[in-house]
Nanobody, 122 residues
Framework: QVQLVESGGGLVQPGGSLRLSCAAS????????MGWYRQAPGKQRELVAT???????NYADSVKGRFTISRDNAKNTVYLQMNSLKPEDTAVYYC????????????????WGQGTQVTVSS
C-alpha cells in the first residue's frame, strides 16, 4: 500500500503565496520522480512541475519564475512553493509519485494524491 497525503491548499488573493506539501508513505522501495499536476474546471489535467530522483526539475511555461518544486528525500515529501499567484492558477492540485514498491521492486507505478483546492480570487 502506497499513500500520498496532500496539504496546503486554500484561498488566497492575487499576488499571494501558498506552499503545498505531499507526503508519501507505505511500502515504497524507490522513488524515481515526484510532481504536481492541476486541473481547472472544464480543462484537462496539466503538468505543473516535476522533480526526479537526481534533482532535475521541469516546469510548465505558465508557472516558470513563480513556482518552485523541492523534495525532502528523508521524509519522502515533495513541496510546491507558489508565489505571485494569479486567478488562472485556480485549480485542484494533485501530487504524483513515480515509484516501485517492495512487493514489485522492478515495476514503476504512478500514484496520485487526493487533490487539494487552490483558489486565487480577490
Amino acid at each position: 500500500q502506497v499513500q500520498l497525503v496532500e496539504s496546503g491548499g486554500g484561498l488566497v488573493q492575487p499576488g499571494g503565496s501558498l506552499r503545498l506539501s505531499c507526503a508519501a508513505s507505505g511500502s515504497i522501495f524507490a522513488i524515481y520522480a515526484m510532481g504536481w499536476y492541476r486541473q481547472a474546471p472544464g480543462k484537462q489535467r496539466e503538468l505543473v512541475a516535476t522533480i526526479t530522483r537526481g534533482g532535475a526539475t521541469n516546469y510548465a511555461d505558465s508557472v516558470k519564475g513563480r513556482f518552485t518544486i523541492s523534495r525532502d528525500n528523508a521524509k519522502n515529501t515533495v513541496y510546491l512553493q507558489m508565489n505571485s499567484l494569479k486567478p488562472e492558477d485556480t485549480a485542484v492540485y494533485y501530487c504524483n509519485l513515480e515509484a516501485s514498491s517492495y512487493l514489485y521492486t522492478d515495476i514503476r507505478m504512478d500514484y496520485w494524491g487526493q487533490g487539494t483546492q487552490v483558489t486565487v480570487s480577490s
